[in-house]
Every structure is written in structure tokens, then in C-alpha cells.
């Protein structure tokens, strides 16, 4: 079975620090990958997806980036953190099937001080 | 822009009480799920609509599929606590790149009180 994961479950940074957030999944080869961001407990905002290795889109501007060195591996940085990055990011993956859904990871809870 | 709204934004309600949540939009959807959130984790699949007026049942959810597949509704019989949660809709559109993107409503949260 499929199964994904996300790490760490929590983190507070300095404003100006950098950050590194990982994303595994196991039990399917070339799944769509995502990340998302949520505020206070309500809607999804997609930041990033990708369909392979390397191949990023971005969907909203911003302070963060993303890369995907293995298939399996999806990662979300930033160079130096700002306040308004603090939130909850839950990195998905999907096959590429209009009726699939998404299956979550268990999410980050980031805090910028 | 694609948006989904979520109607209402909170409920809370007495156990064995009946709600219905919308999911609303101007845009045309090839799918449409129901997640379901707790705090601090992940958004679950509930259930995936494909069919315009498609219709599912998950025991004492009930979720329908708009005939011109741009809104959905989830309907919970006899509300027990651990109903209790987020529920989110989203929208599935096949994007520029050709892969399919998901939209996210803004999200109901449900309050069952014993």
C-alpha cells in the first residue's frame, strides 16, 4: 500500500533562517506531487506540484521553493523565513487520474518567530 | 480564477441532529471530493463524485454531484461527535501542463456536541 511522509510534524525558526521541509512517498512510482498551505484551520492554497523529477510548478509567488530530486521525493525550502510563511504545509500525492483524490501527509506545523 | 465556497463557514449542532454543507462554483469540475480534517493532521478522502447528479452514500453521509458539476452538497444523518471536523471540497480541472489540479473550498468546521 501507499503510504507518505512528512517531516518534521512541528518547527519554530528565527525570522532570516532557512528552511527545509520533506516529503516521502513510498508504494507508487512517478506520483503527482503537492504542497499546499493552510491558515487557521481552512482552505488549501496549492504552492507547489510536480508531475517528475525536477519538472516544479509554482503556483503562487512567494518567498519558498521546491525541488524534486527522486521521484519519491518532494522538498520544500526557503533561503531566509519571514513571518508571514508561519502556517500549516501538508505535502499530497496523486496519480494523474481526474478521479483519484488526494492522500495527504500528516503535515507541519511551522512557526516563524 | 477558480474559487469554491463552502457554505456554512462553522456549525455546530446537538448530537442526532441532521446538516447540510455546500460546496459552490461558477467553474465546471471533472471530479469533486470531500475531505474530512482533524487538527493537526492530514485531510482524509471521504468520497470522489465523477458523474453530473451522482449521488454516494458512506453510511450516514450522503454526497452529491450537481448536474452541471460546478457545486456539491454533504448531507450527515444523525450527527454523532465524531463527526466532529474540517470538511473540505475540491475540485479537479485538468491544468495547462495537462496534469490535474485540485481547488479547495474554504472549508466547514462541524462542531457535534454530545
Known amino acids: 500500500s501507499q503510504t507518505i511522509h512528512q517531516w518534521p510534524a512541528t518547527l519554530v525558526q528565527p525570522v532570516g533562517s532557512p528552511l527545509s521541509l520533506e516529503c516521502t512517498v513510498e508504494?507508487?512510482?512517478?506520483?503527482?506531487l503537492y504542497w499546499y498551505r493552510q491558515a487557521a484551520g481552512r482552505g488549501l492554497q496549492l504552492l507547489f506540484y510536480?508531475?517528475?523529477?525536477?519538472?516544479i510548478s509554482s503556483e503562487v509567488p512567494q518567498n519558498l521553493s521546491a525541488s524534486r530530486p527522486q521521484d519519491r521525493q518532494f522538498i520544500l525550502s526557503s533561503k531566509k523565513l519571514l513571518l508571514s510563511d508561519s502556517g500549516f504545509y501538508l505535502c499530497?500525492?496523486?496519480?494523474?487520474?481526474?478521479?483519484?483524490?488526494?492522500?495527504f501527509g500528516s503535515g507541519t506545523r511551522l512557526t516563524v518567530v | 480564477t477558480q474559487l469554491l465556497e463552502q457554505s456554512p463557514q462553522f456549525l455546530s449542532i446537538q448530537e442526532g441532529e441532521n446538516l447540510t454543507v455546500y460546496c459552490n462554483s461558477s467553474?465546471?469540475?471533472?471530479?469533486l471530493q470531500w475531505y474530512r480534517q482533524e487538527p493537526g493532521e492530514g485531510p482524509v478522502l471521504l468520497v470522489t463524485?465523477?458523474?453530473?447528479?451522482e449521488v454516494k452514500k458512506l453510511k450516514r453521509l450522503t454526497f452529491q454531484f450537481g448536474d452541471a458539476r460546478k457545486d456539491s452538497s454533504l448531507h450527515i444523518t444523525a450527527a454523532q461527535p465524531g463527526d466532529t471536523g474540517l470538511y473540505l471540497c475540491?475540485?479537479?480541472?485538468?491544468?495547462?501542463?495537462?496534469?490535474?489540479?485540485?481547488?479547495f473550498g474554504t472549508g466547514t468546521r462541524l462542531k457535534v456536541l454530545a
Open positions: 508504494g507508487t512510482s512517478n506520483p503527482n
Open positions: 475540491a475540485g479537479a480541472s485538468l491544468a495547462l501542463s495537462g496534469t490535474y489540479k485540485y481547488i
Open positions: 463524485v465523477v458523474t453530473g447528479g
Open positions: 467553474s465546471v469540475f471533472s471530479s
Open positions: 510536480s508531475v517528475g523529477i525536477g519538472q
Open positions: 499530497a500525492w496523486s496519480a494523474d487520474l481526474p478521479n483519484y483524490g488526494y492522500t
